[in-house]
């Protein structure tokens, strides 16, 4: 990127990360979607570029080669989102150290392995519906969907049980205190502390995991942990992305269907007749509630996307969210409709890194729509409460559904 080049272009002033976009995303959208793609000034004086219509968000994503996922670490604002200590990780490697990583645990996520989590998932489900009184409020976040994602992805995908796993959630909690570094600066204690409570912890029970050869992911790190593929650091990374890919993103989805089948009671009855209604169901869901609703790209060359240049090194901020309500694919894409032609969407991302764990998600999903439809047939939302979001710079997701069972 010359400064020759970037003195050329128009900068917008437009901040992904900005608290106002953050809270009111929609009232932005049309801007973007009109504009896209568009540059502008991100951490002070860094020339970045957004896509946000749907094919170009297509196109920055089914690229590699052209639009890396590797940091490049002198880039001031990376020491804020290096979650995993610097650490490689799949989310933001390229091939074919990628595909090494993703390999590892890939197994996992097969469709026999998701068959098998599918019965665990059942039972779970009945036990959590069964606590919820007739006619009595409840929040579909805290009381269903978050106990779900934990226990389905925690206690039985992973295989950490419920009393060791504070050490993970209590490590992620330090991840905001990232946000406050500036280039330069060490990593705060309370996080390199947690980051070593955590290896130490895997390193005893992933030990186990390698004697007892069980069908959880904790075995298959162990045996790659065994066989020299990673090492212990790398073993808590990889951990650590799968806690934090698979449990805030599926309890998000969750909380969001149950308050869509209570704010829509006809999407429901139909449901109730035909249960094959929950999928596309719960694909509105993703197009609509996407939590993540951004991820970063780094342009490896010049590169023509619609009618503007996006310069080599430029970070490319991909706005998945705005890309899933583009008109030009979406006919009133704000609308909540289980009968749309075309049920693609970015939620899970796209070619090499689509989310691993898609297919995990779209079992888990249906059956808690098909279930709470059919055992909770009068939900509705609760019109004395008020729901809440949460949002971080990258993710946004409901964190209040109120709703009367
Ligand atoms: C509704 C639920 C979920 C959503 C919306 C979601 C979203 C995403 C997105 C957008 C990406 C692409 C990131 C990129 O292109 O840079 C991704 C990748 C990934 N997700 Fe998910 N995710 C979900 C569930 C899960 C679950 C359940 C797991 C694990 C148990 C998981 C683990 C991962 C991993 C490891 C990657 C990186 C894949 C790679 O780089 O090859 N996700 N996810």
């Not at 330069?184 to 050869?213: F, M």
């Not at 790190?221 to 805030?248: K, N, Y």
């Amino acid at each position: 990127m010359t400064a020759r080049a970037v003195e050329n272009l128009n900068f917008e002033d437009f901040d992904p990360f900005s608290v106002e976009f953050r809270n009111d995303p929609t009232a932005y959208h049309s801007t973007l979607l009109e504009n896209s793609p568009a540059f502008m000034k991100m951490e002070g004086d860094v020339a970045s570029a957004y896509v946000a219509k749907f094919e170009q968000c297509m196109q920055v994503l089914g690229n590699w080669e052209l639009f890396s996922s590797v940091k490049p670490k002198n880039l001031p604002g990376m020491q804020r989102v290096d979650f995993f200590n610097g650490m490689p990780v799949m989310n933001y490697s390229d091939p074919p150290q990628h595909d090494r990583l993703r390999r590892v645990v890939n197994v996992a996520f097969s469709p026999g392995r998701v068959r098998k989590l599918a019965e665990a998932t059942d039972t779970i489900i009945d036990q959590l519906l069964g606590n919820i009184e007739p006619g009595q409020p409840f929040d579909g976040m805290q009381d269903i969907a978050k106990p779900l994602a934990v226990k389905v992805l925690f206690d039985e995908f992973l295989g950490i049980p419920p009393e060791d796993q504070h050490i993970f959630f209590e490590f992620g909690a330090t991840f905001f205190l990232l946000d406050k570094l500036k280039p330069g600066d060490p990593k705060p204690k309370e996080y390199l502390d947690g980051w070593a409570k955590g290896e130490k912890y895997l390193r005893g029970v992933l030990a186990e995991a390698g004697k007892n050869n069980t069908d959880n992911v904790l075995s298959l790190i162990a045996a790659a942990s065994e066989s020299g593929t990673m090492s212990d650091a790398e073993m808590m990374a990889m951990v650590c992305v799968l806690f934090t890919g698979g449990v805030p993103t599926v309890s998000a989805m969750g909380a969001s269907a149950l308050h869509y089948l209570a704010a829509n009671p006809e999407i429901a009855e139909r449901i109730r007749q035909d249960e094959s209604v929950a999928r596309p169901f719960c694909e509105e869901t993703f197009r609509l509630d996407a939590p993540v609703t951004l991820v970063m790209r780094f342009a490896t060359q010049d590169v023509d996307v619609g009618p503007r240049t996006i310069l080599k090194g430029m970070p490319v901020y991909t706005m998945i969210s705005v890309a899933n309500r583009d008109p030009d694919i979406y006919e009133n894409p704000l609308e909540f409709s289980v009968d749309r032609k075309n049920m693609r969407h970015l939620a899970f991302g796209n070619s090499t890194h689509v989310c691993i764990g898609n297919a995990i998600t779209r079992m888990i999903l249906p059956k808690l729509v098909v279930e709470a439809a059919k055992r909770l047939p009068n939900l509705h939302l609760n019109p004395e409460a008020q729901g809440e979001w949460e949002t971080t710079p990258r993710s946004r997701h409901r964190l209040k559904v109120p709703v009367i069972a």
